[in-house]
């Protein structure tokens, strides 16, 4: 396991939005674990800034009832009691010049000298840019004693437009090698494996390309409802919350050339490149889809029109996906929990077996399993035992719980606090791909809004979505795959 790096300076990380959902579930968990493997610098202070007025201790018991909850049964508390002495908490408004001062004077109190600060956005995306203002305002950015970084979360913008001005704002304050803005599935180890699975390996990067590939897809699915983030969510809808972001990430890494090394803007150059070369999607290439009853979801508008759910054919025009078409999709409410992605490969030329008319040609399908069952799959062909010409389709499979035994998968915002920490922001995305994802998304969501839209269709919780994501892959003369759990739909 990589140690913590060596860096004498005291290190302070500053959490914006620190009585919110984020801090308690992902956050606080994470550099708990990061913690208790004496992963985090030396002599880190963890402070939040929230409007609540709580005091310390208040603030403390608060997290550790969440993280007890959070973790479960491996919860240590007496590892917590001693985690715990590193957090603080200085109520403020994020509005307010005054409380950054004073916000300030903690700080500096603490640090008690030259230090390195990690500034957290989570709070509502309307305080990103108020609270990168005030903090270059009381000169909170500069990086005259130690570096200032800064993690911004997701929702990058709501479009195009917002994304361009939140990086304007930013920058105006922010040095890009300062700013890491956080897509928490890159921060999988599936995800990221991709990348390793690719490039260190040279089994499959031969046959990784439009000669060998007939399809690509990508799913990722998810059983539950949009639950209580409904007033977020009714304003975005499944395009802006899921493919923006995440669903273009994992596009980009399966689908980007070999970078040079792995520095962060190495692998970024190459993915920015695939998200340019993505040709604009037809609406006819695109379902969108919303599950019944999600009207009826508090703070939801009783006529929404938002998509739960949608589906995308797109191509990604360079040499190596020439004409490889890439099928997309994402919703809420459906049968089960489950991210994934699948390479369909071309089907051999011809069948040397004595009867073929009895079978069919089949592909070869490696499957990558993000979540839950994380692994790798491979679909390949063998003779029915005792049958002279029968086909069978059988696995190779690989689980990450086989090489795990018994330990557990770090969450995705462990690996991204401790890169940020490290200062390494390979696994974050950069402004360019940020706004090239958005220019791919922003036409889809104003067909989808326009008069021409296709209709939005409706289809029951627990399904596996609408009729129309089944035809829409069917006139490629395909089906969509469930590698994790059904490799052989
Ligand atoms: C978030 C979206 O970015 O990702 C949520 O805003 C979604 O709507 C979540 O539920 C899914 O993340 P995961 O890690 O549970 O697949």
Known sequence: MERRKTDDKPTTVIIFGASGDLTERKLIPALFHLFQEERLPANTRIIGFSRRPYADQHFRDLLRESAAH???NSFDGAAWERFATHIHYVPGDALVHEDYARLRAFVRQGENG????????ATPPSLYAPTVERLGAVGMAREDDGWRRIIVEKPFGHDLASAQQLNRDLHAVFDEHQIYRI???LGKETAQNILFFRFASLIFEPVWDRRYVSSVQITVAESVGVGHRARYYDQAGVLRDMFQNHLLQLLALVAMEPPASFNADAVRNEKAKVLGAIRPVLPSDTVRA?????????????????????ALKLYVDTW?????????????????????????????PRLLLDDASTCSLRSNVLTICIQPDEGIHLKFEMKEPGSSSELRSVDMDFHYRSILRGRRLPDAYERLLLDALNGDASLFTRADEIELAWRLIDPIQQAWEGPDAPPLEIYEAGSWGPEGANALIRRSGRVWRRGCCDHLE
């Open 70 to 72: 959070t973790i479960g």
């Open 114 to 121: 030259p230090a390195n600060r990690l500034y957290y956005l």
């Open 183 to 185: 897509d928490h599935y």
């Open 290 to 310: 919303q599950y019944r009853g999600y009207c009826n979801t508090p703070d939801v508008a009783p006529d929404s029109q938002t998509a739960t759910y949608a």
């Open 320 to 348: 190596r996906w020439q004409g490889v078409p890439f099928f997309l999709r994402s919703g809420k409410a459906l049968a089960e929990k489950s991210s994934e992605v699948s390479l369909e490969f071309q089907c051999p």
